[in-house]
């Protein structure tokens, strides 16, 4: 299972557990609150009407009951009494309490309900039993509501088998005896449609609070994978050996990245320093060696011819150590840059001919003519010094194997990038500068290795043996520029073409 996937499902069940308990514990202890509310109002409520029933209860003759008295009729008058108030979002218009009055026996002698209880028993009543025993009186019975008022709006349960009722009592007492029990009723009813409604608000916040922070989750999720892709192809980068800045990413991630980066600079440095002293060292041995004989035969009586090829050698054999050293010196600080340094846009056949002018002698010396094939007049955005490197480094390569009084073929131009030996991918149009020699050429198996360091590049039928680190420089040159450097056989000589991305194009010619 994929880690952007995992992380979703444990935010997603964290948060719908979270948001589920949540719900569940609100709507379980919403509607007992509710109640337990209503019947702390019943029970002021009850004991108020107790005290102003107590003079007429305590007048009542035995076996008789408090219909017509004054107490009765302002009761009834309550029941009747219209009301319309709105309540925050609720509206009621009807009083619901239901009043009845027991004497000492339990039995009613007032009741304001629309079909009267007077007369019957209900000591059998958990409200009456219990607080004519000096004890807390109450109770919810299922009951259909038709004798309520207002009953068809306030509905008869769901099942048709009633809705509940809730009963609070209170003692009429006089002298320190109870005298009877007034009891006030309270459809459940009546405060059902309060709770639906808080239910069903309750229900959509929670369910937009989980809807919410699942869009946190996956904006989170994303966050954090994106992150991790972003390190991962940084790793991958290094893995291939290309040179990329660390990605800039907030909080351990960036910490992480960093200390991979710095992991890697010094696995790179003692890399790099095994290898270029292995190198350095087998390619030393064979200028360090012709020194020493010419050096040791010059020690020696010998003919002035002699003196003078072994002078020269000596001589050859330096410049060549010297222009060891500095390639290397080269090679070393682009492998420490992330990309050019000053880039500026740079005209390709106008940096190609600069590099001709300081290889012209050289150029002379060996007979050797240059003919433009294509000139194009095109814009490349690099650091014009790394690019007149390259290609300087690319005309003395051709230059050292050219046979002498033969020709080099230019080409400067546009065309869409293809994947070269370094396994670049058409990224589209590129500028391109290609340069092809008619010397000895490149054995096939040889072409994979074109371009690294000190890879020998002795040609068929040549003796002159190449340390590699010129078209090492190239090629570290073309991947700072996003660039490609690719090798072709030609017939004969070797075609070896430099390609960056296009900046501008302003015109075109051909010659």
Known sequence: MRLGLRLFLGFFLVAGLSAFILLRVVLGEFKPSVREVMEDMMVDTANLVAELARDELAAMPPGGDLTGTRFAQR???YAERPVDARILTARKRSLDFRIYVTDAAGRVVLDTSPIPAVGQDYSAWNDVA???RGEYGARSTPELLKPYINADALGNGRDG????????AAPVRMDGRTIGVVTVAKPAAAVQQIIYRAERRIWIAGLGLLAVSLAVGVAVTAWMILTVRRLRRYAQEVQLGQRQTPPKVPGELGDLAQAMDAMRERLDGREHLEHLVRALTHELKSPLAALRGAGELL?????HADRQRFAAQVVSQSERLTELVERLLALSTLELRRGPEHPRPV???GAVDEALALLGDRLAQQGLTVRWLRRDAVELQADPEMLALAISNLLTNAIDFAPAGSELSLQVGIASATGGTDGAKDHGPRAFFELRDHGPGVP?????QLGERFFS?????S????SGLGLAIVRQIAGLHRGELSFEPAQPGLRVRLAFPLFTVASQTSS
């Open 75 to 77: 009761v009834r008058d």
């Open 130 to 132: 219990r607080t004519l």
């Open 161 to 168: 088998q009633g809705s509940p009722v809730m009963y609070v």
């Open 299 to 303: 020690q020696e009586d010998l003919p």
């Open 347 to 349: 005209a390709l056949a």
């Open 444 to 448: 096939a198996g040889a072409f994979a």
């Open 457 to 461: 590049t002795a040609r068929p039928g």
């Open 463 to 466: 003796l002159r043996k190449g």
